[in-house]
Antibody
């Protein structure tokens, strides 16, 4: 059974940093691309970042480019999101999501499994 | 960047009725890259339909997707109580790379 478990969320002040983790199990983690998607409570979904299976290819939404960094440790079956220079508008539930493919341009273009999410609140 | 607009914003129906949800794209989208998700309160989104019309594993056959170009539809043939949720469409872009979601349609019990 595929499982994705996020952690690392919490309350942080504007301008601060936070690192989210996503522990994966139930599939060969190193064979699949992964993404982070966020959702402001009560609002819609926003894609944040993409990382290829070997970590060599990354893409970011314009809203987080230059502030967030996605990475992975395939030996630990874990995906990360380093978030710096956080703003109030980054407040959201952050989901990690599995992609049924390894690279962006040969992937199927959707997310087949999602974690339960971790809440990030940016406030003073 | 392609914008996805879902309608209606809220759909009020009774169990047993048929639901038709629309997703319109600002530019043509390959059917291969149009996806539908269901999200219930307090839960993560769940994959329903990929490639516009293919049901994901374990999804009942009362759910179906159709469409091409700029107009896509999710149909639930006969609503069950557990189908009342928010539904999102999503597309995948190649230039620039990224994923875009519609704003969602809330399907509520009438």
């Amino acid at each position: 059974e595929v499982q994705l478990v996020e952690s690392g969320g919490g309350l942080v002040q504007p301008g601060g940093s936070l690192r989210l983790s996503c522990a994966a199990s139930g599939f060969t983690f190193s064979s699949y691309a992964m993404s982070w998607v966020r959702q402001v409570p009560g609002r819609g979904l926003e894609w944040v970042s993409f990382l290829s299976d070997n970590g060599g290819s990354t893409y970011y939404a314009d809203s987080v480019k230059g502030r967030f960094t996605i990475s992975r440790d395939n030996s630990k079956n874990t995906l990360y999101l380093q978030m710096n220079s956080l703003r109030a508008e980054d407040t959201a539930v952050y989901y990690c999501a599995k992609i049924p493919g390894g690279y962006y341009y040969d992937s199927s273009g959707y997310f087949d499994y999602w974690g339960q999410g971790t809440l990030v609140t940016v406030s003073s | 960047e392609i914008v996805l607009t879902q309608s209606p914003g809220t759909l009020s129906l009774s169990p047993g009725e048929r639901a038709t949800l629309s997703c319109r794209a600002s530019q043509s989208v390959s059917s291969t890259y149009l996806t539908w998700y269901q999200q219930k309160p307090g839960q993560a989104p769940r994959l329903l339909i990929y490639s516009a019309s293919s049901r994901a594993t374990g999804i009942p056959d009362r759910f179906s997707g159709s469409g091409s170009g700029t107009d896509f539809t999710l149909t639930i043939s006969r609503l069950e109580p557990e189908d009342f949720a928010v539904y999102y469409c999503q597309q995948y872009g190649s230039s620039p790379p990224g994923y875009t979601f519609g704003q969602g349609t809330k399907l509520e019990i009438k």
